[in-house]
C-alpha cells in the first residue's frame, strides 16, 4: 500500500459557488468554497478554469470527482451544462480521471441515508473531520448555505475513496 495516496479533487458544481476539497487518504488537505456570485457571467466559465488549474498545481490529483450534472438546462441552472463540458475538457487535457456520482448516491453512502438533508450530512462530516466544525453553525441562512457546498464536496471525495480500491506502489 502506498505511504502518500494521490489525492482526490472532489467539486460540487455550481454557477454561484462550487465547492472543492481534496482528500488524501483519510488527510482532508484542504477544503473551501470558490465564491462566482461577484463574477460577470460570462467570465465564471474562466474562473472556474483558473481554479482547476491551481489547484491541480498544488496538489497533483489524479482523479476529479465532481457531482452528476444535467446535460439539459433547467431554469434556475441554465450554466451547469456549460461547467460539466468545461471540467470534461479539462479532465481530459490534464489526463485525470473524471468520476460523476449523484447527490442521492454520495449521501446514501456517507450517511447511509439517500435522502439526509444537507445539514445531517455536514454534522457527519464534521465528526469525522472536527476542523470543519467552525463552517457548520452559521449566524445566516446564506452562510449556511454557502458551506454546504464544501461539505458537499467533501463528502463527494469520501465516497469515491469507498468507490475506488486503494492503488498500489510500484
Same mark, same amino acid.
Given at each position: 500500500?502506498?505511504?502518500?495516496?494521490?489525492?482526490?479533487? #472532489? !467539486?460540487?458544481?455550481?454557477?454561484?459557488?462550487?465547492?472543492?476539497?481534496?482528500?488524501?487518504?483519510?488527510?482532508?488537505?484542504?477544503?473551501?468554497?470558490?465564491?462566482?456570485?461577484?463574477?460577470?457571467?460570462?467570465?465564471?466559465?474562466?474562473?472556474?478554469?483558473?481554479?482547476?488549474?491551481?489547484? !491541480?498545481?498544488?496538489?497533483?490529483?489524479?482523479?476529479?470527482?465532481?457531482?452528476?450534472?444535467?446535460?439539459?438546462?433547467?431554469?434556475?441552472?441554465?450554466?451547469?451544462?456549460?461547467?460539466?463540458?468545461?471540467? &470534461?475538457?479539462?479532465?481530459?487535457?490534464?489526463?485525470?480521471?473524471?468520476?460523476?456520482?449523484? #447527490?442521492?448516491?454520495?449521501?446514501?453512502?456517507?450517511?447511509?441515508?439517500?435522502?439526509?438533508?444537507?445539514?445531517?450530512? #455536514?454534522?457527519?462530516?464534521?465528526?469525522?473531520?472536527?476542523?470543519?466544525?467552525?463552517?457548520?453553525?452559521?449566524?445566516?441562512?446564506?452562510?449556511?448555505?454557502?458551506?454546504?457546498?464544501?461539505?458537499?464536496?467533501?463528502?463527494?471525495?469520501?465516497?469515491?475513496?469507498?468507490?475506488?480500491?486503494?492503488?498500489?506502489? &510500484?
Amino acid at each position: 500500500m502506498q505511504k502518500n495516496p494521490r489525492p482526490v479533487l #472532489a !467539486i460540487d458544481p455550481g454557477m454561484r459557488e462550487i465547492g472543492y476539497a481534496v482528500l488524501a487518504g483519510k488527510t482532508l488537505i484542504t477544503s473551501g468554497v470558490l465564491s462566482l456570485r461577484t463574477v460577470p457571467r460570462r467570465s465564471r466559465l474562466a474562473r472556474v478554469q483558473e481554479a482547476l488549474m491551481a489547484w !491541480i498545481r498544488a496538489y497533483h490529483p489524479r482523479v476529479l470527482v465532481i457531482e452528476h450534472m444535467p446535460n439539459r438546462p433547467l431554469d434556475s441552472i441554465a450554466g451547469l451544462p456549460a461547467l460539466g463540458r468545461l471540467t &470534461r475538457r479539462f479532465a481530459r487535457r490534464r489526463r485525470l480521471r473524471l468520476v460523476t456520482y449523484s #447527490a442521492t448516491t454520495v449521501r446514501r453512502s456517507v450517511i447511509g441515508d439517500g435522502w439526509a438533508s444537507k445539514r445531517i450530512v #455536514a454534522k457527519t462530516l464534521t465528526a469525522r473531520f472536527p476542523a470543519l466544525r467552525v463552517h457548520l453553525t452559521q449566524d445566516r441562512k446564506w452562510k449556511e448555505r454557502y458551506w454546504q457546498n464544501m461539505f458537499d464536496a467533501v463528502a463527494l471525495a469520501l465516497h469515491h475513496q469507498t468507490q475506488s480500491p486503494p492503488s498500489r506502489g &510500484r
